[in-house]
């Protein structure tokens, strides 16, 4: 999403939003409305996961939010053929790599770019010769972000959901480590964003380090909508960030 230096984007995870109108297949909540809100509301992108069980987002979905986006577009995906094939026929402006396992409640930690290596790399490369820009979503682990330089991709998105499941000196130490893996993955010239698990009370420390370029967010900006509607929540959201910055 465009920065210019201290500039730290939001990136609406509108999933959430989509699995009110999977719950019971109506054609509520719109998903054109839904764009036009975000967008309007400040959001710097739509980011959206397209996962393989087609639990929330729907293929369809996908080029709706591609021939509607005006911001930019990240879609996260798992590091599969069939992933690839869709992300390159779609051109997201950005794809973000995320693990997947069928049974999760919702994306649990960070890509294993160490293991995982050759899969990852082959996907990053296909998206990189269309142009798209790729992010991981891996853990604040120099072991992994390392490797990164090697598979090709320009962006990681640090996974902040241990962080924000953690209380008091247990969730300082792991914000350590986050702001420790984003100096490391600045000097190697890699482009630092993060997310999951952000909301009001914990993205301010997030929002902080001053390597980040981009939050994505998505649970607690659906949920604040609920009772404020989605341009306040985004407001609010961006009001938060921007006073973390200063
Ligand atoms: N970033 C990534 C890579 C994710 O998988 C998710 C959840 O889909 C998010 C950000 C947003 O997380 P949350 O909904 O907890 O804000």
Known sequence: MSNTENRLALGFNIDHIINIRQARFTPYPDLLETLR???TGGADGITLHLREDRRHIQDADVYTVREHCTTR??????????????????????????????????????LDVIKQFDRIKKVTQRLNQEN????????????HIERVPDIGAPVIELHTGTYANLHGDAQKREL???????????????????????????????????QMRELNIGHYLVARAVFVGIKQAILEMKLLMAEARQ
């Open 176 to 210: 350590e480590r986050i702001i420790e893996a984003a100096e490391f993955a600045e000097s190697h010239g890699i482009i630092v964003n993060a997310g999951h698990g952000l909301d009001n009370k914990n993205t301010q420390a997030i929002a902080a380090i001053p």
């Open 132 to 143: 798209i820009r790729v992010s991981l979503f891996i853990e604040p682990s120099k072991e």
């Open 73 to 110: 577009m990240n879609l996260e995906m798992a590091a599969t053929e069939e992933m690839a094939n869709i992300a390159c026929d779609v051109h997201p402006e950005d794809c973000c790599i995320v693990p997947e396992k069928r049974e999760e409640l919702t994306t649990e930690g960070g």
């Open 37 to 39: 809100l975000v967008e």
